[in-house]
């Protein structure tokens, strides 16, 4: 039988869950690493605009690369999708003539 020592020990066996404590683990270490990129990348940097030069923070300029691109990305997965969509359609439509049966 449980002596009453035993019953806190159960409770925290009964509680543990690890997945929480490594999802926990993995984001304390994942903003760790944030927080020292944006650190390692203070210095400035010049950047040409063809039209125009700025001077900015080097995070800034891989925040605003890394923004171009995601939509740039997503613009284009969105265009191959609707013109695969376009000539998936096209295809399966059968012509008039086969549809009233005449062959």
Do not use: K
């Amino acid at each position: 039988m449980d002596t009453p020592e035993r019953e806190p020990e159960r409770e925290f066996v009964r509680n543990w869950q690890p997945r929480l404590w490594f999802t926990l683990g993995l984001l304390i270490l994942i903003a760790a690493y944030l927080i020292a990129f944006v650190v390692g990348n203070d210095e400035e940097a010049s950047v040409n605009f063809v039209f125009a030069e700025a001077t900015t923070s080097l995070i800034w300029v891989i925040l605003l690369s890394l923004l171009a691109g995601l939509v740039g990305g997503v613009l284009l997965s969105q265009l191959y999708g609707r013109r695969h969509r376009y000539i998936s359609e096209a295809s399966v439509e059968t012509p008039s003539s086969m549809d009233a049966g005449d062959s």
